[in-house]
């Protein structure tokens, strides 16, 4: 099937093949074998569950927080990373990256330490009436944070890619600059980020180091789904916690089947354009 | 190269000011802050006290267990990123796209579900739990389960960083040397990989930095057993929660030393590589 001369084929696939089962399919079949023992009713009746159903909330709503900051914050930085030239712009580059290289309990301690009532910011919001840490607020801060490389990374290749051709030509048809952005410019990233927005919204899903230090973790008001699961452990309520976690695996293989046709439908414009 | 640049949209200065600004303002906000306010907490009593936290057996423990498991999981990671981008770039089969998709599942999913998912294969109610604990080996709740966890969160990061560049260089460098009369480990070892070696150290040093960081997974796996099973992550958690947070903070600061030297590491091999290309 191969039509290659190199050697080792059948070694590296053989390899690759062997460890991805171990170390990868067979841990989530575990899981997953946990999660159906349990029935589909009761099943239901776990993931249904009033205060399941409130982590599930607040997950996703302040994921959905977390996403629309990095929509717009994320778009300005690659905006300005890929266009302007300035003083600083290397180390600007560089910082984008802390998020994803800085462990999450490092990042969780940090951002509750700002954020508390006698932290830098919390000194500032606390007199405004916005309570961050132990609070809802924090939840999406701590997400927000380790989620911000995603869109950056996503849309600044794209945008420096962008020839200005199609600037002149909208330009010299009388375009104004914000109507050049939102029909040309726009459009060519859009598939770009969209897909950072789902990465950084899926992994905003799943956060649990930076989050359970900020959230103050109180059922049904700052309790994370992944959180919920760990608790379902330590009561040995290990059939619950497979059904929780299962419920988060789905989302993740939903969520790479988004960013995935995103991908697909990206290729198509871009073979298209050309 | 043109002479002179013609403005494009966004060039105004009014708004390049204003959005250049905004921009560093938030950043300097939103990731400066919580890099700065880490080592200020972390000295806050002084360097005397700052030493003294980091040396105190628990901590020192934490530091060598956290390093160990970097020493295991790191090289095997390396090796399979090398086999599996191996396997991908270089020939032609079918399900491609899917072994593709397998490698870099885990970058999906919650360190939590990781940690969970173990549990159910080496637990005491998983698969293989009863058994290995009649055979008197004992991994859940211990270092080889730590070590597990790791390489399943870092299992796609070196693959991640090689694949893409031994895809776009082809293997006609292979081919050659292979008709010269190379054997295969020696094509790898003196074509491939000096081609491919920035991306791969570079996917090393991030693989690095998961392991010594991972929180999520290994706090299931690992038990927290204070001095015997916490790696820096857990042992960060522990010291916050028992209130001593110059101690949590102290800690704190070895891993986002780790983490400035993985960005550094970033940047070194960007330079090189753009040099080489």
Known sequence: MHRSVLPGFRLAMGCTLLYVGVIVLLPLAALLWQAADLGWARFVAVVTGERALAAFRVTVLSALGATAFNAVFGLALAWVLARYAFPGKRLLDALVDVPFALPTAVAGIALTALFAANGWYGQVLAPLGITVAYAPLGIMAAMAFTSIPFVVRSVQPVLEDLTSEVEEAAETLGAGQWRIFASVVFPAIFPAFLAGCSLAFARSLGEFGAVIFIAGNQPFRTEIVALLVFIRLEEYDYAAAAAIASVLLAAAFVMLLVVNAIQLWHLRYLRGAS | MSAARRPRIGDGPLFRAGLLAAVLLVTALVIGGPLVVIFVEALKLGW??????????????????????????????????????????????????????????????????????????????????????????????????????????????????????????????????????????????????????????????????????????????????????????????????????????????????????????????????????
């Open chain 2, 48 to 277: 005397g006290a700052y030493f003294a936290n980091l040396t105190t057996p628990d901590t020192r423990h934490a530091i060598w267990l956290t390093v160990a498991t970097a020493l295991i999981a790191v090289p095997i990671n390396v090796a399979f990123g090398i086999a599996a981008a191996w396997a991908i770039a270089k020939f032609e089969f079918r399900g491609k796209g899917l072994l593709t998709a397998l490698v870099e599942l885990p970058f999906s999913i919650s360190p939590i579900v990781a940690g969970v998912a173990y549990l159910f294969v080496y637990g005491a109610q998983g698969w293989f739990g009863p058994t290995l604990d009649a055979l008197g080996i004992k991994v859940m709740f211990a270092y080889p389960a730590i070590v597990l966890a790791s390489l399943f969160v870092t299992a796609p990061f070196v693959a991640r960083e090689i694949l893409p560049l031994m895809q776009a260089q082809g293997s006609s460098e292979e081919e050659a040397a292979l008709s010269l009369g190379a054997s295969g480990w020696r094509t790898l070892w003196s074509v491939t990989l000096p081609n491919i070696r920035w991306a791969l150290l570079y996917g090393a040093v991030l693989t690095n930095a998961r392991v010594m960081g991972e929180f999520g997974a290994v706090s299931v796996v690992s038990g927290s057993i204070r001095g015997v099973t916490n790696t820096l992550p857990l042992q960060i958690e522990l010291l916050y929660q028992d209130y001593n947070a110059a101690g949590a903070f102290a800690a704190a600061t070895v891993l986002a030393g780790i983490a400035l030297l993985t960005i550094l590491a970033k940047l070194i091999v960007e330079r090189f590589s753009s040099r080489d290309a």
